[in-house]
């Protein structure tokens, strides 16, 4: 495997939708059948040939220690998912860019690696699937998705309907030195109060102007934590047979 990655966890918010669980402890450090959710990242990216992982910490920062290093958000509370991106030392090498809030398969992370382009993002085409074990109205959480062959050509709307949703983006990605740039011309060209509140979905969804972003489709076999009620379901889906979001495969 490619030594020359390395990888970014971004880990700076709170996961405020996590209630009292998250009141005294980090979002990233909920367990789901008996690791942390940290643990689940760093033995994909591991598993992956990837040593070089980055935290990017924020809320309990004193909390997040381990094999891996760290840097800060001191702005955690008041920005959002791609202020802390832009936290982490400028890219200099391919990086793998993972939410702290999700868990996915090793083959994942090496599908992922092995995809052409500055920009490179993973997407579930089962979405519905888990969306539908999740909310009564999966639609009310989705996202639009539409790419034409492996070109992404549309994310991040709200819609009503599922013909504008070819899957889902699972907060996985891969940035080139090149593509970190781009993104970092994007960001910088905001005003301050759109920097801090732009999400990673509105970020691609801008940089589609920019260049093109490459899509790496999956099918399962992966989940995120949005919730406490998340966890619980989830705990109780590990222990059917077969889940076609079992990450552990």
């Known amino acids: 495997?490619?030594?020359?990655?390395?990888?970014?966890?971004?880990?700076?918010?709170?996961?405020?939708?996590?209630?009292?669980?998250?009141?005294?402890?980090?979002?990233?450090?909920?367990?789901?059948?008996?690791?942390?959710?940290?643990?689940?990242?760093?033995?994909?990216?591991?598993?992956?040939?990837?040593?070089?992982?980055?935290?990017?910490?924020?809320?309990?920062?004193?909390?997040?220690?381990?094999?891996?290093?760290?840097?800060?958000?001191?702005?955690?509370?008041?920005?959002?998912?791609?202020?802390?991106?832009?936290?982490?030392?400028?890219?200099?090498?391919?990086?793998?860019?993972?939410?702290?809030?999700?868990?996915?398969?090793?083959?994942?992370v090496k599908d992922l690696m092995e995809k052409e382009?500055?920009?490179?993002?993973?997407?579930?085409?089962?979405?519905?699937?888990?969306?539908s074990s999740r909310f009564d109205n999966p639609l009310e959480d989705a996202e639009t998705f539409q790419a034409d062959g492996d070109i992404l050509i549309s994310i991040g709307d709200k819609n009503n309907t599922l013909e504008n949703i070819e899957a889902q983006y699972m907060g996985l990605s891969k940035f080139s030195p090149n593509g970190w740039q781009i993104a970092k011309d994007l960001f910088d060209s905001l005003s301050s109060e759109r920097q801090d509140k732009l999400d990673m979905t509105s970020l691609l969804s801008l940089l589609l102007s920019e260049t093109k972003i490459k899509v790496c489709f999956v099918s399962g076999c992966w989940c995120e934590v949005d919730s406490y009620s998340d966890v619980i379901l989830y705990e109780k889906l590990l222990k059917a047979k077969r889940w076609s979001h079992d990450w552990r495969k």
């Open 117 to 131: 382009g500055d920009i490179v993002i993973t997407a579930d085409k089962n979405w519905l699937s888990l969306w």
């Open 1 to 108: 495997m490619n030594i020359s990655y390395q990888a970014i966890i971004l880990a700076a918010g709170r996961g405020s939708r996590m209630g009292k669980a998250t009141e005294h402890s980090h979002k990233c450090l909920t367990i789901l059948d008996d690791q942390t959710l940290l643990a689940w990242q760093l033995e994909a990216l591991k598993s992956s040939g990837i040593k070089d992982v980055t935290v990017v910490r924020g809320y309990k920062s004193e909390m997040l220690t381990g094999d891996f290093n760290t840097t800060e958000n001191p702005r955690w509370a008041e920005t959002n998912m791609v202020a802390t991106l832009f936290c982490a030392p400028r890219f200099k090498q391919d990086t793998i860019v993972s939410y702290s809030d999700i868990v996915y398969s090793s083959n994942h």
